[in-house]
């Protein structure tokens, strides 16, 4: 069976026996003729481990890194003092009563003069255990950043994903509430048999869009079906008012294609409603997806009022209803969408002008890079 061992303690391994090599081999070329460094050294190893543990672990009974900054400071300085000073003490004394200790230095752990030995060691130690303090608390310190970090990163996408999924709530009902109304339309004027074919038409929109409900992305082939169904449904209702063509290049994998549901449909609804609808000879709506290199252009253009004077004029009676939501709403998510996904995806809105200057039409471009 393999034992884990946790990060503080191969430190702790390492450090000690780094630290105990080194004054082996300080002693033995300040002491050539000396013996007993490699069992000083081990010794050293030992205790270094067994007291720099235990200061851990007072660290943390007494909840030291909970405090503030400047309390964990005066504290750590408190602690690292008085483990210094008890563990000279202990460790000179194991030292001497086991002989390990030099014939030179005060064998009587008892004595004034082993005490005053103690004092000049302490310095030493005290060094040592306030290193070892820092790096802990350093250590410490840095972990506690990443995690805050962390914890920060992690309510971060939970943030986005809540507002992602609250426009996709926001944006189904809105798509819904559009078609409804169109149906409403068609049953009090009515034409019972275009109602009949909308709704086995809003069926099949009805079923892909629940289909996709819980989806954040989508593939661009069912989006672009789903923007088919939708403008197929204004055709019926609308009927010559206006007209629609939908180019695909078909040398485009559309299914390899993520994009977010619904992205594309509220500018063909933008295009109908406040474009084509308001112009008295009705209009043409042309949605095209082409490949340039490594981006996929998806291209919704009418050819309807503009928006500057879509601005301007109010919808009278049954168009006065309906409001550009969608739009907003998909700039919103596609700006949640490339900080989510890591991804790029432009959004370009072109006012058409014709030769005279006045307003042509609205031409949109959407830019997908493929992955």
């Known amino acids: 069976m393999k034992i884990k061992v946790s990060s503080y303690?191969?430190?702790q391994l390492i450090g000690w026996n780094i630290f105990?090599?080194?004054?082996?081999f300080v002693n033995v070329l300040t002491n050539p003729g000396?013996?007993?460094?490699f069992v000083r050294a081990l010794t050293t190893v030992f205790f270094g481990i067994v007291f720099s543990h235990s200061l851990r672990v007072t660290i943390k009974a007494f909840k030291i890194f909970q405090k503030n900054f400047a309390h964990q400071i005066?504290?750590?300085?408190?602690?690292?003092?008085?483990w210094a000073f008890l563990g000279t003490v202990f460790f000179l004394w194991v030292l001497t009563i086991t002989g390990i200790q030099q014939s030179t230095n005060p064998q009587n752990p008892l004595t004034d003069e082993f005490f005053g030995f103690t004092i000049y060691a302490y310095y030493q130690i005290s060094i040592i255990t306030t290193s070892w303090t820092a790096i802990y608390f350093l250590v410490h310190y840095i972990k506690e950043i990443r995690q805050v970090e962390q914890e920060r990163a992690s309510l971060k996408i939970k943030l986005i994903e809540s507002e992602a999924?609250?426009?996709r709530a926001q944006m189904n009902p809105h798509f819904i509430f559009n078609c409804m109304n169109s149906i409403k339309a068609l049953v009090l004027q009515k034409e019972e048999d275009k109602a009949v074919n909308y709704l086995t038409t809003f069926s099949k929109l009805i079923r892909t869009i629940f289909q996709n409900s819980d989806k954040r992305e989508i593939t661009l082939f069912d989006e672009i079906e789903t923007c088919k169904l939708y403008t197929q449904l204004e055709s019926m209702r609308f009927g010559k008012k206006f007209s629609y063509h939908f180019n695909i290049d078909e040398t485009i994998d559309l299914k390899s294609m993520q994009v977010p549901a619904l992205i594309i449909q509220p500018f063909i609804e933008n295009a109908i409603w406040h474009g084509i609808m308001p112009k008295e000879e009705g209009g043409t709506l042309t949605v095209s997806v082409t490949k340039k290199e490594d981006a996929v252009y998806c291209i919704v253009e009418d050819d309807g009022i503009g928006r500057e004077i879509s601005k301007q004029n109010k919808f009278k009676g049954e168009l006065s209803t309906h409001q550009s939501k969608g739009v907003h709403l998909t700039q919103s998510r596609l700006d949640l969408n490339n900080a989510l996904n890591q991804r790029n995806v432009a959004l370009e809105i072109i006012d058409k002008k014709d030769v005279n200057g006045n307003p042509s039409g609205t031409k949109i471009i959407l830019t997908f890079i493929e992955f």
């Open 165 to 167: 999924q609250a426009l």
């Open 74 to 82: 005066v504290y750590l300085s408190l602690l690292s003092a008085l």
């Open 34 to 37: 000396g013996s007993g460094f």
């Open 20 to 24: 105990a090599f080194f004054l082996y």
């Open 9 to 11: 303690w191969k430190c």
